[in-house]
């Protein structure tokens, strides 16, 4: 898949396609997002083959996190509903987002991002891709569902207009509840 790159600093004139969190239809751009609004840029683009590895290496930063590892991560890339993105700067990649497109919903299976690049918009990012991936494939409903203990997440998927459903109990390692969150996302007509 070819993708249109757009950059997007702070003050710049140019917004063409610029990701916009604050939008309430969560509307995301191509490309690349400023880190830190100075210096470093982060790309969103397809995960690949080759990135199996480093994707693995980031789920195993997080403690206690349920890991696909190597061999789960590339079962996704044979489903042909199932989509990979990853978020890379200068080469390394930060972290990723699975999701799987099933009409009229979307499913976000799991989002990581490394420890190193934590609360600098990469998952942000990765979130508002997931939305646009809504909007193209007319897709008005994303679900999920989060450990009710990862105040971060809920935080962040509250962000971008998540509401909570429902709730698993003992989802986890049958010991914690998953909270089940929802956004409908707005269509561009």
């Known amino acids: 898949m070819n993708w249109e790159i757009s950059r997007t600093r702070r003050g710049a004139s140019h917004r063409r396609n610029s990701w916009n969190a604050g939008k309430s239809d969560c509307a995301a751009g191509f490309g690349l997002y400023d880190l830190n609004f100075e210096?470093?840029?982060?790309m969103i683009r397809r995960a690949r083959k080759e990135d199996l590895p480093a994707l693995a290496a980031i789920e195993?930063?997080?403690s206690g996190y349920p890991a696909w590892g190597e061999h789960?991560?590339?079962a996704e890339f044979e489903k042909k509903f199932s989509v990979t993105l990853a978020a890379e700067s200068e080469g390394v990649l930060l972290g990723f987002i699975n999701f799987w497109v099933l009409k009229p919903q979307i499913q976000l299976n799991s989002i990581v991002i490394s420890?190193?690049?934590l609360r600098r918009g990469a998952a942000s990012a990765l979130i508002g891709k997931l939305c646009?991936?809504?909007k193209k494939n007319v897709c008005?409903?994303?679900?999920?569902?989060v450990n009710e203990h990862?105040?971060?997440?809920?935080?962040?998927y509250r962000?971008?207009?998540f509401e909570v459903v429902g709730r698993r109990a003992k989802f986890y390692n049958n010991l914690e509840a998953a909270i089940l969150m929802r956004k409908m996302v707005l269509s561009d007509g």
Not at 39 to 42: A, H, R, S
Not at 140 to 145: G, H, I, K, N
Request: proline share 6%; net charge negative; with cysteine.
């Open 39 to 42: 210096t470093c840029f982060m």
């Open 150 to 156: 990862n105040a971060p997440a809920i935080a962040l």
């Open 72 to 74: 789960g991560l590339a």
């Open 132 to 134: 646009e991936y809504a």
């Open 60 to 62: 195993t930063e997080h």
């Open 115 to 117: 420890v190193k690049a």
């Open 140 to 145: 008005p409903e994303v679900d999920l569902e």
């Open 159 to 161: 962000k971008f207009g």
